[in-house]
């Protein structure tokens, strides 16, 4: 079919008199072409009609369409077991031309930044080898929209805790902040809302207003406007990760950052220049970093467990061995786990991030060789030193005792009061005779001094009548 420039020119010729014969050869064209174009005097090209099988049954595909959900394969199986004679294809193309369940695709537009305007903050999941071993791994990047100046690391899992930290590393990577950063409606940032009503969460907006930017976040699947940072993660993946093997997290990121400095130093024919050299104008406009900045850290409650460790995200790591049973303040950073008992950092160790239920120790926290609990001399419990003190002669009950009860002294508590409720004498011969027979029942030596002492102090009178007073 000739197109519509082509037919202005076989009309435009006719008219200065050349016959079809000659616009044919002079246009390259079938002479019966030139004919047919003559014959209907038209520059434009008639639309081409025809019927469309789907046509008849566009209320019933409208139905079906909401009742199944936009699954087209229901829906065609739906009318050909009503009687329609369609093709899958058919059936699609005629949702497609009357924009059925899909709108047109609106124009990306073009977005200009003033240097320092806009920062953008997005993550997405890839794979790395670690170890040997593939690691999923949770990439973060932050791109400043005028120069394009990256930076990025990778995370074992993503919170509000890493966001901070990375954050923090990437602003003073660039040596500044932009005024507004945006991100995507993930709620590690939002508290409520999308797009244009998003709130951040009330941390999120001091940790922002510390640096001096706030957070924007473009619409629910609008990634266009975010396209400054989402464009560099297929090259992250595919131009860093892909066949390399890290030893570490710390190697990982480490070569992270000094792929971030080539990329930045790199020549871009995009844009005609490097991002260090765009940079260097879009330095002045950011906003100038503080003058102290906290590290962030993660702060969590610990009581310090039998073993002398503390638990953080499945790793135990240790303390002082006097802190047993003690409740410390913990704070995870990026690198370390910082132990605090009250304002004093009583240990520091190096963050650790798997496998879990590893143990981090440092020997200075264990007891010095020879004074463990087994070589330390046994301090007697203040209630056997009272009762020894009343009377020495219980000393081997106590010592068998002692054997039979371990650490407790609630028994030794009920001995003493034994001790000093009932007789001396009739006290001292039962716990002789319950040393004899190897007896710690305290009920039942109670029961026994009862009967020795129960003719002397419960005498009662069988042929006195209630009521009856002792005579004087």
């Not at 690691?135 to 394009?148: F, G, I």
């Not at 660039?174 to 809302?193: L, P, Y």
């Not at 244009?196 to 619409?219: D, K, L, N, Q």
């Not at 460790?309 to 913990?330: D, K, T």
Request: charged letters at 25%; glycine letters at 6%.
């Amino acid at each position: 079919m000739l197109d519509e420039a082509t037919r202005g020119a076989i009309l435009k010729l006719h008219e200065h008199g050349h016959g079809s014969r000659a616009i044919a050869k002079a246009l390259g064209i079938a002479r019966a072409s030139v004919r047919r174009v003559l014959d209907s005097g038209q520059i434009k090209v008639r639309a081409i009609e025809r019927a469309q099988l789907a046509e008849p049954w566009r209320d019933e595909i409208l139905e079906l369409y909401g009742r199944y959900q936009g699954h087209l394969g229901r829906v065609h199986e739906t009318l050909i077991e009503r009687g329609a004679r369609l093709s899958y294809p058919a059936l699609t193309a005629f949702c497609r031309r009357h924009h059925i369940g899909r709108t047109p695709p609106r124009p990306a537009g073009r977005y200009a930044f003033a240097p320092g305007s806009e920062m953008q903050h997005d993550t997405s999941p890839h794979r790395a080898k670690i170890a040997g071993v593939m690691t999923r791994v949770q990439t973060a990047s932050l791109v400043l929209c005028y120069s394009r100046m990256i930076f990025f690391q990778h995370y074992p899992q993503w919170r509000r805790f890493e966001c901070k930290a990375f954050l923090s590393a990437a602003i003073a990577y660039f040596g500044g902040a932009a005024a507004q950063c945006m991100v995507d409606n993930a709620n590690v940032v939002v508290a409520s809302g999308t797009g244009a009503t998003m709130i951040p969460a009330p941390e999120m907006v001091a940790f922002a207003e510390r640096y001096g930017f706030v957070f924007i976040a473009h619409e629910k699947g609008d990634a266009n406007r975010s396209a400054r940072v989402e464009a560099p993660f297929l090259r992250i993946e595919r131009g860093f990760l892909a066949g390399e093997e890290f030893t570490d997290w710390t190697n990982l990121n480490q070569r992270a950052r000094q792929t971030c400095d080539g990329w930045n130093a790199r020549f871009s024919r995009k844009l005609h220049a490097s991002r260090r050299e765009l940079f260097a104008a879009e330095q002045a406009h950011l906003r100038a970093l503080p003058i102290y900045l906290p590290e962030v850290y993660q702060l969590y409650t610990r009581i310090v467990d039998a073993e002398g460790f503390v638990h953080v995200n499945r790793i135990r790591y240790s303390a002082p061995y006097r802190l047993i049973g003690r409740a410390l303040e913990v704070r995870e950073t990026l690198e370390r786990v910082d132990l605090y008992e009250g304002p004093r950092c009583v240990a520091s160790h190096a963050r650790v991030l798997g496998p879990p239920d590893t143990r981090v120790s440092d020997s200075a926290h264990r007891p010095p060789r020879g004074e463990g609990r087994s070589a330390q001399p046994h301090k007697p419990a203040p209630e056997a030193i009272q009762i020894l003190q009343i009377d020495a002669r219980l000393d081997g009950y106590l010592q068998l005792l002692k054997q039979h009860i371990g650490d407790r002294r609630a028994p030794l508590r009920r001995l003493l009061a034994m001790l000093n409720d009932y007789p001396r004498d009739a006290f001292i011969g039962a716990v002789e005779l319950a040393a004899q027979y190897r007896l710690f029942d305290l009920d039942r030596l109670e029961r026994m001094v009862l009967k020795r002492i129960a003719k002397d102090y419960f005498l009662f009178d069988l042929e006195s009548t209630p009521g009856d007073e002792p005579d004087e």
